[in-house]
């Protein structure tokens, strides 16, 4: 199924309106991204359960690995340096971790909570390379950041 940005933007807001649970929000995320777009072939977070670590949260495609120290992958870096990843060549991305060998690009975004604490990141990967683009980018900060504000616990 594809669906516009802006239908999948619609699907989940009203999905989610009035919940504040991170990991019912999360994985309401995963699956209407992961069947709204055709290339996006892996969707799921990555949470903060301690310092300097990630762990698998919901997700949708094929088994994602179980952990990510800050200093590994593209969730690793995205996570420590604090900003938003786009990886259009996974291959040329230093430490990248291949759950999947199909993955060709990746999109890694940081959620917030309402008090500001990050709490997750969201990597959409691709099958096909350099398939994320600015708009892709923007919408997924924009819905990661409204729903995630949603979070209070
Ligand atoms: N590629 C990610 C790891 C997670 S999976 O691909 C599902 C990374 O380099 O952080």
Same mark, same amino acid.
């Given at each position: ?5 802006d239908?999948i933007r ?5 999905l $989610?309106?009035?919940?504040?649970? !991170?990991i019912?929000l999360?994985?309401?995320? +995963?699956?209407?991204?992961? %069947?709204?777009? *055709?290339? /996006? &072939?892996?969707?799921? /977070?990555?949470?903060?359960?301690a310092?300097?670590?990630? #762990? ?8 994602? $690995?179980?952990?990510?120290? /800050? ?5 690793g ?7 938003t990843?786009?990886?259009? *060549?996974?291959d @040329?991305?230093?430490? %990248?971790? !291949?759950?999947?060998a199909?993955? #060709? ?7 917030? =909570? +309402?008090?500001?604490t990050?709490?997750?990141?969201l =990597?959409?990967?691709? *099958?096909?390379? @350099? /398939?994320?683009t !600015?708009? %892709? ?6 819905l990661?950041? &409204?729903?995630?504000g949603?979070i209070?616990?």
């Amino acid at each position: 199924m594809t669906l516009t940005l802006d239908e999948i933007r619609g699907r989940v807001l009203a999905l $989610c309106e009035g919940e504040d649970d !991170a990991i019912a929000l999360m994985a309401t995320m +995963a699956t209407e991204l992961f %069947h709204g777009v *055709d290339g /996006f &072939d892996w969707v799921g /977070f990555y949470r903060v359960t301690a310092p300097g670590m990630l #762990k698998i949260g919901p997700y949708q495609g094929g088994h994602g $690995c179980l952990q990510i120290p /800050f200093d590994r992958g593209v969730c690793g870096a995205s996570a420590s340096r604090e900003t938003t990843l786009r990886v259009d *060549d996974v291959d @040329a991305f230093p430490g %990248h971790i !291949a759950c999947a060998a199909s993955t #060709k690009s990746e999109l890694v975004v940081r959620g917030f =909570d +309402a008090s500001g604490t990050l709490i997750a990141v969201l =990597d959409l990967d691709s *099958d096909t390379p @350099a /398939f994320f683009t !600015a708009a %892709h980018q923007e919408f997924i900060e924009n819905l990661v950041a &409204d729903v995630f504000g949603q979070i209070t616990a």
